[in-house]
């Protein structure tokens, strides 16, 4: 062996001593933290043991039994109290349905997520606005939430939040289902869930054990309502949270703009999130809700969502048990009253007498129409009918007023052209011959003013009845919403891009109306500028409403086009074939020769004319004074 031999094999060994000198130091710092690691895992294994008297093994959310990360959940322990252990799982659905409605519950959270309505659906308009019918499905946003502050002894907050455990599904039978969500210390919380044949109604019942008595359980009820209507306003404009105090009657946060209403010092009997014609309603079968807040927000014009609506509100935890119901369905009215706690008050058909009216009168009368006809078009008709056949009699006088002041029109011909520079002095006079001739120039206005309730409990009417959602007449598709005759290829600033040709015929035939009706009429009384203006206002009022009811729902455009037809079938019968003009002008002669009463309407419009004619005097010669 040469000598660089010798020297290579000495620098190897001696690099080979000092590497062990460097690396021995490390390699015990790791085997003395993996033992501790180790003695850590036995502690762990060792309070677990002496605090659930179980083995290191549980079956959680449902799955078969699995080996839990012990580690993981003393660290939950802290956080989730007793029921650290229903922190763990694997979420799984579960599904219920009947005859009207398909639900699926997920058993993270053990609530309901998502509700798909079989006998109704929801309408879209593809890139070529035909309609595309998709199912209609309720509490099915990913957003959503529906979840319980539990109060837990040992849990970090004093709470644990619902929607983060993972509970125990059990069917019991075909129409019903438990979950239920299991802990340490005899701690337990479960929700079952009821459905009966044909009903979209579910028995929603609490359980619990275990939990602190001292403190109320609360519910956070987050809902993203879904958009379900062609006409977006409309259905904007109708949706929001109702609700019934014990000891009072519904009332509603605002429909138009975000709203805040605190109830927390008020009974609550059941809180609704309303959309235009389904609902999701919360009931308390026994007792009551109590410290309950809701807001409703306004999410962006072109989002899915139509409004965010929350609920809080509080359950007593002092009670093993704790009934409730869920509605979710249709806003049917009959269906809803079912309840007897005033549920269909959610039904939007207004408040004080004009609600009353819809709901009593035309409602009744609508449901009898359809039972003898079947076509909602056919019935509205008939509604329209009906209504005018009511009020003919005050139409009638109207028609024979405005008769009598045609049979004037020579007399106050020869008056306009005396005093066509005098207006003040033409009213006076104008007013001196209806009186003298016994001539009511407002005659004609209080039929139409008793229609206006009519009109305004039917605007009301029909958008909140789903009796006529999608029903279908002529070229309208839906009654409850506008119907589009066609499309334009652009949008009209405050009309839209649909033309609504019930809107169309009611403007038109209005037009008519008005035209026929203003050859009867004197407008000269009013001078000639007051005259050309109120003329050229009866004109563009129609044309004004065309933008106004081209979004309006297309059963009210309907009825308003039918009532024009008949009223002006209903002139033109009256006027040529019903009134006597010829006695007409004998009676005025007669009214002319008796005897005036002194007073009256007519006698006080003539006095207030002298009267606005001394103060125009006054200012004429006062102004005449200053120069």
Known sequence: MDRNTVIGFVLIFGLLVAMQLIIAPEQKKMQEAAQHRLDSI?????????????????????????????????????????????????????????????????????????????????????????????????????????????????????????????????????????????????????????????????????KQQGLNANSPIKLQWVDYLDRLEQNHKYEVNFSTIYYKPTDDDYDYCSCTSADEVDKSGEKLKWIAHSNQFFASVLMAKEGSFSGTKMTTEIVAENSDDLKKVSTSLEIPSNAPSYAMELYIGPKDFETLRKYDSAVEDIIPFGQSIMGSFNRWVIRPLFNGLMKLVGSHGIVILLLTLIVKLVLYPLTYKMLHSQAKMTALKPQLAGIREKLKDDPTNLQMETMKIYREFGVNP??????????????????????????????????????????????????????????????????????????????????????????????????????????????????????????????????????????????????????????????????????????????????????????
């Open 42 to 206: 036995r502690q762990v294994e060792q309070l677990k043991a002496e605090q659930l008297k179980t083995p290191p093994s549980i079956a959680a959310g449902g799955d078969s039994t699995a080996r839990v990360d012990t580690l993981q959940l003393a660290q939950l322990s802290g956080q989730f109290g007793g029921f650290a252990s229903a922190a763990i799982g694997t979420e799984k659905s579960e599904v219920l349905e009947n005859d009207v409605m398909r639900i699926i519950f997920t058993n993270k959270g053990g609530r309901i997520k998502e509700v798909e309505l079989k006998k109704h659906f929801k309408v879209k308009l593809d890139s070529n606005h035909k309609e595309i019918k998709l199912p209609l499905k309720m509490l099915e946003d990913e957003k959503n939430q529906f979840e319980y502050q539990l109060p837990v002894n040992g849990a970090a907050s004093g709470v644990v939040n619902s929607g983060s455990l993972f509970f125990q599904a059990t069917k019991k039978g075909e129409n019903s289902i438990a979950f239920t969500a299991t802990g340490a210390n005899g701690v337990a919380f479960e929700q079952v869930y009821t459905i009966e044949p044909g009903s979209y109604g579910v028995n929603y019942e609490l």
């Open 442 to 627: 407002l005659g004609g206005c209080f039929p139409i003013l008793l229609q206006m309730p009519v009109w305004l409990a039917l605007y009301r009417f029909f958008p909140a009845s789903i009796e006529f959602r999608q029903a279908d007449f002529l070229w309208a598709t839906d009654l409850s919403s506008f119907d589009a005759a066609f499309w334009l290829p652009f949008e009209i600033p405050f009309y839209g891009q649909h033309v609504s040709l019930f809107t169309l015929i009611w403007v038109v035939t209005t037009i008519m109306y008005t035209y026929y009706n203003m050859q009867n009429m004197d407008m000269g009384s009013m001078g000639g500028a007051n005259a050309e203006m109120m003329k050229w206002m009866q004109y563009l009022m129609p044309v004004f409403f065309l933008f106004f009811f081209n979004n309006f729902a297309s059963g009210l455009s309907c009825y308003l086009s039918f009532s024009n037809v008949l009223n002006i079938a209903q002139t033109l019968i009256t006027k040529h074939w019903i009134i006597d003009h010829e006695k007409i002008k004998v009676q005025l002669e007669a009214n002319r020769n008796k005897p005036k009463k002194k007073g009256g309407f007519q006698a006080r419009m003539e006095e207030a004319l002298k009267q606005q004619q001394a103060l125009a005097a006054q200012r004429e010669a006062a102004a005449k004074k200053k120069k």
